[in-house]
């Protein structure tokens, strides 16, 4: 399932729904298809989102730290054929963040269906 993410000052955001509904969820609203924010509350969900990114990422580095041997061991026995790099959930927020922003500074709503 994809979702997409509109808004009359920004290109439309497509993304898989799982990723969009996790995202919708670090906004704080429901994970509900198809739904909506309204321009009021666009400040406050672009704020929810960059704190819970924000929280991901430290969660990642900690996990990092601690697993950096048996990481290291792990990837040694892949060959480059297996090898998939993980995409972080921050790098897959970056064109919601830019939407919302631009839907922030120009008082617009944000839907997705």
């Known amino acids: 399932m994809l979702i997409t993410f509109s808004c009359k000052v920004s290109g439309n955001v497509t993304m898989f729904g799982d990723i969009a509904k996790q995202l919708l969820k670090m906004m704080g609203f429901c994970e509900a298809v198809p739904g909506a924010i309204d321009a009021e ?15 991901a990422k ?8 601690d697993g950096t041997e ?17 995409i972080s959930i921050a790098i897959r927020a970056i064109p919601l963040i830019e939407m919302l922003q631009a839907a922030e500074k120009e008082q617009c709503y944000i839907m997705w269906e």
Do not use: G, T
């Open 41 to 55: 509350d666009v400040p406050s969900a672009l704020a929810n989102l960059k704190q819970a990114i924000d929280e």
């Open 70 to 86: 048996a990481a290291k061991r792990e990837k040694d026995e892949l060959d480059d054929a297996d090898y998939e790099p993980e």
């Open 58 to 65: 430290q969660r990642q580095r900690q996990e990092m730290q």
